[in-house]
């Protein structure tokens, strides 16, 4: 009978590897995609970036042409004042010529603050960059690790199912059906220790008279709380 129990105490512990192995199959897949997310995030702050800084060149370039166009008319305005022959025609033209230099001074000051934030920008930008190719590097080592587990898995976990339907194959029938009912029922866990008058599986105090016999490993016992297999663990100081 010992033998049986020590059979189903295995049979249990096999059936909590597979579990985790299973867990594992379905959360690696998720990390990875994780990652795949976060990468494809921070590559498309960089291209934003990239986009923003593009952005103020053109912006820059843009104002500069018309900064340039803008001199060019006010040359234009002044040489017209020679030929202008009224007072009217004068004030006239330099009226123009006083509205073309505060929209060049209006364009000078924005070229400013473009240039200004084409340095932040770009700053900025080589910072990401560096960011970025160092996360990429990290991400990818990640995945590495995360892949090669992902593939190893099943491997594993053949021999795991070899090895449990072995263990199966040595317990008796009504010992490996009562089993199985029980670990239905019980979210996995059909087999726990008892330790000191404690059932492991539910934390309740188990009778003296009961603790005594399973200590003999004479017949299979149930929690009388939560009906699980129960096994008396040797441990030191067991009462």
């Not at 509205?99 to 934030?117: R, T």
């Not at 188990?206 to 016992?221: A, C, F, G, T, V």
């Amino acid at each position: 009978m010992k033998e049986q129990i020590l059979l189903l105490v295995e049979l249990q512990n096999i059936d909590l590897e597979i579990e985790k192995f299973m867990l594992r199959k379905v959360d690696l897949p998720k990390k990875i995609i994780r990652l795949d997310e976060k990468l494809k995030a921070v590559e498309v702050e960089l291209a934003e970036s990239g986009q923003r800084l593009d952005k103020l060149k053109a912006d820059h370039k843009a104002k500069e042409t018309a900064l340039k166009n803008g001199i060019e008319n006010s040359k234009k305005a002044k040489s017209r004042l020679l030929e202008v022959k009224t007072n009217k025609e004068y004030e006239a033209t330099l009226k123009e010529i006083d509205a073309i230099n505060e929209k060049s001074s209006g364009i000078e000051d924005e070229i400013i603050h473009i240039l200004e934030e084409i340095d932040r920008v770009s700053e900025d930008l080589k910072v990401k960059e560096s960011e970025t190719t160092s996360y990429h590097s990290k991400c990818e080592n990640e995945k590495g690790k995360l892949e090669k587990e992902l593939s190893s898995i099943g491997s594993a976990l053949d021999d795991v199912l070899q090895k449990r339907n072995k263990i199966r194959s040595g317990i008796k029938a009504k010992f490996l059906k009562k089993f199985d009912i029980i670990r239905d029922r019980k979210n996995g866990r059909a087999v726990v220790p008892a330790r000191k008058e404690i059932c492991y599986g539910c934390h309740m105090n188990i009778p003296p008279q009961m603790y005594n016999e399973l200590q003999k490993n004479e017949r299979l016992i149930l929690c009388p709380h939560c009906e699980r297999i129960i096994y008396w663990e040797d441990r030191d100081n067991d009462a």
